[in-house]
């Protein structure tokens, strides 16, 4: 049987509950859960003062109401799965390393900063700053899979090192700044100034992009691991055509500041 | 006039960032206001000119005059209420009271944030990620051959900044003054600036990070299309000469504004012109330093960097100190609806934050410390009026290089100044929340701050 955890009482000033995340509270009874502690602001509370617990975590944990407020929810998880019914607040999944997350509503912004491993899937829009470092930290996003159906904002994989960032709708600016490895899809528009100071990964758009001075044009060309990407985000749910997975694409590389081995590509037969 | 007149003789201005410490005050200690300001610029005689004693009482809560003493308890029993109270403002007070207002914050377990979040906080981010070669505004009169000004308009902003540090004045390298150097603008229009500069050059709006990457790109000698001149309004060929120059100086220096950080790309952009600086390094002395505008602006930055590690957006409610802009910033805490109360000191949020933000602080306990009557002030449940810095008190006070300079007052005001009022408001917090602890945290756990 799963854990459900239903919002009775909204949170005034944010809430964070980094205690929600199935390594926490698998095998934890009712009494137990409720008791843990969550931060209401600078006010050091239960769980059970907001959430209505019930059941027991199998590595299932169900959230219910409205959860735009609720900061840091499934915070270093490794284990398990979360289905979050409604919205969610900022720092979804930070640092997650296994597990899956499903978020029906809208996600806030730092989405799964600095993720090692797991997947989460967003079926609405999210904010700033997917998968990215945290200010200050060298690295962001090293491996797992963010899937975003809806429109991002700035910032989407900064300084990611591994890993699939695929969005559904359109990235705001900068997307994939000073990226050093792995892969970001956007069937999508992007915003201005992609890749600044990329060293290595890809990017990928279905729309033609403003570039940044420092990319060069290569060629024009069919990738077969292109091919398998987008077949594999068509399976999880999100629009791609034949006509993309079987077309060319425009090959562009930069940073020339850096090292020059970072790639966009942009789908030519648009 | 009457006859009973002082003379101060090197005398702090703190309108603007420049912080020049040689004025010559003449005060009437009569009518207890300063009638001559020798050489203040126009913004600096206007701020002494201004700053003239009022008569509004010394705290009022929702607009009735009361006791210092009951606006202090009432302040503090908001804050300690407060589950997601807020600090902001600080750019025009003294270190001291600076100081104190980050011990409330620590206190009380809320957010602390200054007005750098709204001018220069790219500037800060870009520190963090890029590095900054810096220096002292000694270093560039005495030194430096060749002086940038990007997105900012000194002559109006800072008039003295030119003839004190950097283009004027004669310096132990640079023996001819104004003739040893090479001084270049940048920006989106001719401003007031324009006429000193040596070279201008006129760049499209919103294209400043495209034109910085360009140069990035040339001084590593690589290629750039000339289709950047479509781009961005600058020909292949400035930028080359531009670069020409850069490289081939004895000491260059950048200076940035807010055009550049207030405008899209933001702390990239400030990011970009520090990545150009340390990359110019390969060749030649760069440095770069981004223009403060407020009198200490730049003292918030060191005095929270100090003792929270961070220099602004700073969010206690954890216990420890966490940085991150964008959630723990004014503007964002008041425009989500996260504060519960605010306390600004020495700024007026009120006039010049977005609409959504001042719906929210209308509806929730303020507290504001300023020296004259603001909308801020006004919208306030607890008002302070407070002493001005550099007039009426003393203390330190940071130039926009980060050099401290420690001020006297002129002439002695009725009013407390804001550092009397926070500490006062500091030993109150720490009674009631070490009382509310002593229930909830068991003895020994409890924090001194
Ligand atoms: S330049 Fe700035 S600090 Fe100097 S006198 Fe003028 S306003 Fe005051």
Redesign the pocket.
């Known amino acids: 049987m799963s854990l459900k955890l239903s919002l009775h009482t909204k949170p005034d000033v944010p809430l964070e509950a980094d205690v929600i995340c199935p390594d926490k509270l698998n095998g934890v009874n009712e009494t137990a859960i409720a008791a843990l502690t969550v931060f209401h602001g600078n006010d050091q509370t239960a769980l059970g003062d907001f959430f209505t617990v019930k059941g027991q975590c199998d590595g299932e944990i169900q959230l219910e109401g409205d959860l735009a407020n609720v900061k840091h929810l499934g915070s270093e998880m490794t284990i398990g799965k979360m289905i979050i019914e409604g919205d969610v607040g900022q720092h979804l999944g930070a640092c997650m390393s296994g597990g899956e997350i499903v978020v029906e509503g809208n996600a806030h912004d730092w989405v799964a900063p600095e993720m090692t491993g797991g997947k989460i899937t967003i079926k609405g829009n999210a904010g700033h700053l997917i998968g990215s470092a945290y200010r200050g930290s060298p690295i962001g996003m090293q491996g797992g899979e963010i899937i975003i159906h809806g429109d991002v904002k700035n910032e989407t994989g900064n300084t990611m090192r591994g890993g699939l960032i695929a969005i559904g709708g359109n990235t705001g600016d900068f997307t994939g700044v000073n990226m050093l490895a792995g892969t970001i899809i956007v069937l999508g528009e992007m915003g201005i100034r992609n890749g600044a100071s990329m060293k290595r990964g890809t990017i990928i758009s279905m729309h033609h992009a403003p570039m940044i001075p420092t990319f060069s044009y290569v060629c024009t060309y069919n990738p077969t691991y292109l091919r398998m990407y987008l077949s594999y985000i068509r399976k999880l749910g999100m629009e791609v055509s034949d006509e993309q997975i079987n077309g060319n694409y425009k090959r562009w590389i930069g940073d020339a500041i850096e090292l020059n081995k970072g790639e966009i590509l942009l789908y030519a037969n648009e | 006039m009457s006859e009973n007149i002082k003379i101060v003789k090197n005398a ?9 410490d040689d ?1 010559e005050l003449t005060v009437d200690l009569d009518e207890k206001r300063i009638i001559k ?1 020798k ?7 206007a ?1 002494f000119a201004e700053h003239t004693i009022g008569d509004w009482p010394v705290a009022m809560i929702d607009g009735k005059e009361v006791s210092k003493e009951e606006a202090i308890e009432e302040t503090a029993q908001t804050l300690v209420k407060a589950k997601f109270p807020i600090i902001y403002g600080l750019s025009d007070t003294t270190c001291e009271a600076q100081r104190q207002a980050v011990a409330i914050s620590d206190i009380i377990r809320g957010t602390i944030d200054t007005t750098t979040s709204v001018c220069h906080g790219p500037s800060g981010l870009a520190f963090q990620g890029v590095g900054e070669s810096t220096m002292s505004l000694g270093e560039v009169k005495n030194r430096a051959d060749l002086v940038i000004y990007w997105g900012g308009n000194p002559a109006a902003s ?4 030119f003839t ?1 540090y950097t283009v004027t004045p004669k310096g132990m390298f640079i023996p001819n003054g104004r003739k040893d150097r090479t001084v270049v603008l940048v920006d989106i229009r001719k401003t007031p600036s324009a006429p000193v500069a040596d070279l201008f050059i006129q760049v499209k709006p919103g294209k400043d990070f495209e034109v910085l990457w360009a140069l990035r790109a040339l001084v590593k000698g690589k290629n750039i299309d000339p289709s950047i001149e479509e781009e961005t309004g600058v020909s292949l060929a400035t930028l080359e000469d531009l670069v020409d120059k850069m490289k081939n100086c004895r000491y260059g220096v950048l200076f940035f504004g807010m055009g550049l950080t207030m405008t899209r790309g933001r702390h990239f952009n400030s990011g970009a012109i520090m990545a150009l600086t340390t990359d110019l390094n390969e060749f030649t002395h760069f440095v770069t330093k981004p223009v403060r505008g407020h ?1 200490n602006v730049t003292g918030a930055d060191n005095v929270l960097s100090w003792q929270t590690g961070y220099p602004f957006g700073v969010n206690f409610n954890r216990g420890y100190p966490r940085f991150n802009p964008g959630e723990f910033t004014t503007v964002d805490t008041l425009s989500r609806g996260d504060a519960d109360a605010a306390m600004f000191i020495a700024s007026d949020p009120a006039s010049n934050f977005p609409k959504v933000a001042i719906e929210h602080m209308k509806k929730i306990p303020v507290i504001s410390l300023d020296t004259k009557q603001t909308e801020t002030s006004n919208l306030a449940h607890v008002a302070f009026a407070t002493s001005t810095y550099g007039i009426n008190t003393g203390g330190t006070v940071y130039r926009m290089d980060d050099v401290p300079i420690t001020m006297r007052s002129a002439f002695d005001s009725p009013y407390p100044d804001d550092e009397e009022i926070l500490t006062a408001i500091k030993k109150r917090v720490q009674e009631l929340v070490w009382a509310k602890q002593g229930i909830k945290i068991a003895v020994g756990e409890a924090r001194v701050a």
Do not use: E, I, Q, S
Not at chain 2, 158 to 161: A, E, L, M, T, V
């Open positions: 702090t201005c703190t309108f603007c960032g420049c912080v020049c004025m300001a050489n203040a610029c126009v913004l600096g005689r701020w800072h008039p003295r900044h004190r009198g």
